[in-house]
């Protein structure tokens, strides 16, 4: 399991306790890979976020216990490009094994990118590009 904590202050940015080294490189990999989620590649069956974030891990060269920072740190930077108010923005619940917890965080992502991307009228890709540029 890995924890998290937030700022008290509400403008500080969750922390990864105990992870290793952020692979800051394949962040933007990830997100663009996120924000090209169709609705049916989430249904229940289908293999295609799984292979997806296991490839992704493949080439960022970090392990299940490596994923959650750097999903975090997506987190981090889709809520800071977008209008949302992250006071009130869930923080994901990082219980469990590593791998439920991987494709968890994804899941959440791939909301929290649709949320992000409403709040100030973009597309999927466009608040990610302006939340991780190249």
Do not use: F
């Not at 981090?76 to 965080?105: I, K, Q």
Request: glycine share 12%.
């Amino acid at each position: 399991m890995v924890a998290t904590r937030a700022d008290e202050e509400g403008g500080g940015e969750d922390q990864v306790v105990g992870s290793g080294a952020e692979r800051a490189d394949a962040v933007p990999e990830l997100a663009r890979g996120l924000a090209a989620l169709e609705p049916d590649d989430l249904a229940e069956g289908s293999l295609l976020l799984p292979l997806g974030l296991s490839l992704w891990l493949r080439r960022a060269g970090a392990g299940l216990e490596e994923a959650p920072a750097l999903l975090l740190g997506v987190r981090r930077a889709v809520l800071a490009a977008s209008a949302l108010d992250r006071s009130t923005e869930p923080v994901p619940l990082l219980a469990g094994e590593p791998r439920t917890v991987v494709l968890h965080l994804a899941v959440y992502l791939d909301g929290l990118i649709t949320r992000a991307a409403a709040s100030i009228g973009a597309t999927r890709d466009e608040i990610v590009g302006r939340a991780l540029p190249d």
